[in-house]
């Protein structure tokens, strides 16, 4: 068999970048499903469904970059098909639900900060595609989109699951709760100084201590014992430790010894 030549393997690799691969894609498309199906909820007011709907789309997002890199399927195409199926399933489908479901009442304040969540996601989504090559694996610069909407979806799920049952979440049915969260969540998005661990260097296929199997047993059981408080509470805690890590960072930065600092002398009107 003859070896191609150099110049014969070009278009072959220039068609694999253009390749559009199923699988991978499939999940793409159940994410954009699951976002579109929220927003159709949230109109028939059926806010429960939609708060669900938002986080099986957090799962489908998960599960596309997944198989694409264990079945060696990355295209370009997805990738640009992904940051639009998470720009309705995390931008414009939690603005909406959080909208009709507490925020309509107060008028323009209302469709604000629906729309301050709104741009935060796409602006967040534009800064991931444009520093995906050269960022830190390790952190993600601002809060992801799909934790963002999971604050929204999380505070709508809890307060609609547990409000008749236990009524120290009622105060959830305040809208001005539902606004500081969504304005809350929005603005964290594009704080791009803040950074959240990825979890991407977690591999469950290298060897843990025997102590992880019965912490990720206990960690199942409690997702599936009570769903929405459970996420609800992580997604609370993971946005706030961004806030923690840059707290940590400028003590520590406040605590280096003046002389441990670069220093330029500058005249008054220089500054």
Excluded at 33 to 47: E, H, K, L, T
Excluded at 115 to 124: E, I, P, S
Excluded at 188 to 214: D, N, Q, W
Excluded at 217 to 230: K, N, Q
Aim: proline share 5%.
């Amino acid at each position: 068999m003859l070896e191609s030549s150099p110049q014969e393997s070009l278009p072959a690799a220039h068609a694999r970048n253009r390749a559009i691969y199923v699988l991978p894609n499939l999940f793409t498309t159940i994410g954009l499903f699951a976002g579109f199906y929220a927003i159709v909820q949230a109109m028939n007011g059926r806010f429960e469904h939609a708060a669900v709907a938002i986080f099986v789309a957090m799962i489908t997002d998960k599960l596309d970059g997944l198989v694409a890199r264990m079945t060696h399927t990355q295209s370009e195409f997805g990738v640009q098909f992904d940051s639009l199926a998470d720009m309705v399933a995390f931008g414009v489908a939690p603005a909406l639900v959080v909208y009709v479901w507490a925020l309509k009442g107060m008028g323009k304040l209302g469709w604000v900060a629906a729309f301050v969540y709104c741009a935060g996601a796409a602006l967040r989504l534009a800064h991931f595609n444009t520093q995906v090559e050269v960022a830190d694996k390790r952190y993600f610069q601002g809060l992801p989109s799909p934790s963002a909407a999971a604050l929204i979806a999380g505070l709508v799920w809890v307060v609609l699951e547990y409000e008749q049952e236990y009524g120290f979440v009622a105060w959830g049915r305040n809208r001005w709760v539902a606004w500081v969260f969504t304005v809350f969540a929005g603005l964290t998005m594009v704080s791009f100084y803040l950074r959240f661990y990825s979890f991407k260097e977690i591999h469950f296929r290298k060897s843990v201590p025997f102590v992880a199997l019965p912490l990720l047993v206990a960690i199942f059981l409690l997702i599936t014992y009570e769903p929405p408080i459970v996420l609800f509470s992580f997604f609370i805690l993971y946005a706030l430790s961004g806030y923690v890590m840059w707290g940590i960072a400028w003590k520590k930065h406040r605590a280096k010894p003046a002389s441990a600092e670069p220093y330029s002398r500058t005249e008054p009107g220089e500054r």
